[in-house]
């Protein structure tokens, strides 16, 4: 596995030269391009780790995945697929369009923007410091670490360069889909995209997801079977937005990127995978990565569909 590994980073880093950084974020357009790294865990708590594999970028959208678990946890099912949907669409991650034509005026799924911020105004904890506390505690057990933290100087970035976000919360407010107070829901969103991760770290919550919610670093259950099975469906379906449906020919893996650079793969029963390349292709995921990904799945035999 480590020799494969080294192998198809080192031959994956230089596509990264075909995409770009993120440039809508000021500080996401700080990342250097030619980062590249990619770690596996398996079932068992074996790690195999090449590149630049410990550094640390920011979870973006992956964090889409923490939050959409810790709803299915507290609120249960019924709660959180009334009021968001579980349908795979071809637009992009921010897209406000299809919100409007649509009725219901329901957020198609919890992997796109949206679904999002909806899901984290489900969250049942008071007030902004409780619900990002709860997702910062979710994040570190589901991936082995003693805390996880976010990164004051994206979250601030992220702040205030939101105005796709605003959009799209107000809009989903003044249609009746999104209760509570949207400036605080907007706030936990912004902080979660900022949680700082590394590919390691990311390729430990693949395989607690993998393994049906038991960490197998720790041993700990970390969130029930159901849940990490239908976070897993929505994985495979959603997670790469408009690119899901290539992904899932190409890859057959379920699977969630963030802008940041990330992406994380979980391979039901075997393993995580992650890999970290911050340069994006169109739709917002890494150039390198998803080639990276779908060279693991092929020559490490982890495709599952
Ligand atoms: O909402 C945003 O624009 C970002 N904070 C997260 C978007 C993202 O990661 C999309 N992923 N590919």
């Not at 996880?148 to 992220?158: I, K």
């Not at 020919?249 to 029963?269: C, H, L, N, Q, R």
Request: proline share 4%.
């Amino acid at each position: 596995m480590q020799q494969l590994l080294d192998q198809i980073v080192k031959e994956c880093a230089p596509l990264s030269e075909a995409g770009h950084v993120a440039d809508y974020i000021p500080e996401l357009a700080k990342a250097n391009p030619k980062s590249f790294g990619a770690a596996v865990t398996d079932k068992d708590g074996k790690q195999w780790a090449s590149g630049d594999a410990d550094e640390t970028f920011c979870l973006e959208s992956i964090a889409k995945v923490v939050s959409l678990a810790l709803a299915l946890q507290l609120r249960g099912f019924d709660d959180v697929f009334d009021r968001v949907g579980r349908s795979a669409i071809a637009d992009p991650f921010n897209s406000i369009m299809r919100l409007e034509m649509d009725s219901p005026h329901r957020p198609h799924n919890p992997m796109i923007n949206s679904g999002a911020i909806v899901v984290v105004s489900l969250l049942p904890q008071e007030g902004v410091e409780a619900k990002i506390g709860a997702v910062l505690e979710l994040c570190a057990v589901l991936s082995g670490q003693k805390i996880a933290e976010v990164v004051e100087r994206v979250y601030l970035s992220e702040k205030f360069t939101s105005d796709r976000n605003r959009a799209l919360a107000y809009f989903l407010r003044s249609v009746g889909s999104l209760e509570g107070d949207v400036e605080d829901t907007l706030d936990v969103y912004f902080r979660m995209c900022s949680i700082g991760t590394t590919a390691k770290q990311l390729s430990v919550l693949g395989a607690t997801l993998a393994c049906n919610g038991r960490n197998p670093l720790t041993g700990q259950d970390v969130i029930s079977p159901t849940v990490a099975r239908t976070v897993r469906a929505l994985m495979m379906t959603c997670g790469m937005y408009d690119g899901s449906g290539e992904f899932a020919v190409d890859v057959g893996i379920p699977a969630k990127s963030g802008v940041g650079g990330g992406i994380v793969g979980t391979v039901p029963g075997r393993a995580g995978l992650a890999v970290y390349g911050p340069s994006l292709d169109e739709r917002g995921n890494s150039v390198a990565g998803v080639a990276a990904m779908k060279r693991l799945s092929l020559e490490g035999g982890f495709r599952v569909i």
